[in-house]
């Protein structure tokens, strides 16, 4: 197929570009780079340089690789910075999705892959997490995801556009050329890491009196290969047929608290790791699990790299490379 990815030079859209090529897809890169690094556009891939919200130069693209579906990666993602500025999210999470589904509507585009979050769940009802439980986002990054996710639902009914929305848990780890290089950081396992290399003096707990056997934060970390193996599937699905659907995107099972995951790093490269207590950070709910049963039953998908050491050894070794 040909496949257009929005946010193709960033951390996870550059490992969905390397799955797709992998597959023998072809790939055009759409991306603004004003997160992501032109250097991350994987070699094999077509890049062009554009903003979201240029709905003219979407459609070119689209048009000139005749480009027959579409990953949308390309967002803004930080749930502290979502707070302080609503309008920045709601420009680009929902204004430049639009643009695109206008542009794909115009190049008669049918097919796409969303890239949404488990933020859309908010405090979640339950663990672990099932498609069908409340959404009630705690954050505008959280429910300008899930407003896309809606508008899709409708464009889906009206203008025959397919698409299959992947909730994303806590994608990590890396592959040998692409993994996370954010500035600034705020993910707990490269933030981890740059501790274990005296980049950062330490790291902060956020919060140690949660509800969970070590009083930290559990998460359902997925490894990105996995995650990026999902979009393929999806793409893949849709173009046989597949009807539009919501899926979950995590590990299952016990999932791994933050004091896990320092502990995980300390064995992994062998480095003390300098900790320190903080507070809560606002909006985090005590644990995030997800059910991806239904990925599994009707795409077939399973992820390969369910251990934690095997997620943090590979973002390790991306790091050292990079270094
Ligand atoms: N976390 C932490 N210290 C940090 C960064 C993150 O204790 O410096 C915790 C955070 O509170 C959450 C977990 O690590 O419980 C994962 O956070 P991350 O930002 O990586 O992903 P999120 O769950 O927010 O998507």
């Not at 780890?173 to 707990?188: F, I, K, N, Q, V």
């Not at 320092?262 to 480095?271: E, M, P, Y």
Request: glycine share 10%; proline share 5%.
């Amino acid at each position: 197929m040909k496949v257009m990815v929005t946010g193709g030079a960033g951390y996870i859209g550059s490992v969905v570009t390397e799955e797709l090529l992998r597959g023998g897809d072809e790939v055009v890169v759409y991306d603004s780079l004003y997160k992501g690094h032109r250097e991350a556009v994987v070699e094999g891939a077509s890049f062009v340089k554009g903003d979201l919200l240029d709905t003219e130069l979407l459609r070119g693209t689209l048009i000139q690789h005749k480009v027959e579906a579409v990953v949308h990666m390309a967002a803004d993602s930080l749930v502290g910075e979502s707070v302080k500025a609503p309008a920045k999210y709601y420009r680009n999470n929902v204004l430049g999705g639009l643009s695109l589904l206008d542009a794909m509507r115009e190049a008669e585009v049918k097919y796409l892959v969303f890239s949404s979050t488990a933020a859309v769940y908010g405090e979640p009802a339950k663990q672990p997490i099932e498609e069908s439980d409340p959404t009630q986002p705690t954050n505008p990054y959280g429910e300008t995801k899930l407003a896309f996710e809606r508008a899709l639902r409708w464009y889906d009914g009206a203008y025959g556009l397919r698409f299959v929305s992947l909730r994303y848990f806590n994608a990590a780890g890396a592959t040998e050329r692409c993994g996370e290089r954010h500035s600034p950081e705020t993910h707990l396992i490269p933030l981890v890491l740059q501790a274990a290399v005296g980049q950062l003096p330490e790291v902060t707990v956020f919060g140690d009196d949660y509800p969970t056997p070590d009083g930290t934060c559990v998460r359902d970390y997925i490894h990105v290969v996995d995650l990026a193996q999902a979009h393929v599937r999806a793409l893949h699905a849709l173009a046989e047929g597949h009807e539009s659907a919501i899926y979950n995107l995590g590990c299952g099972g016990e999932g791994y608290s933050v004091k896990q995951v320092i502990d995980c790093a300390r064995r992994v490269t062998g480095r003390d790791i300098p900790v320190r207590k903080g507070p809560r950070r606002p909006g985090d709910p005590a644990v995030l699990i997800a059910s991806s049963a239904r990925i599994m039953r009707e795409l077939g998908w399973s992820p390969t790299h369910q251990k934690l050491d095997a997620i943090v050894e590979s973002a390790w070794r991306f790091m050292q490379n990079k270094r």
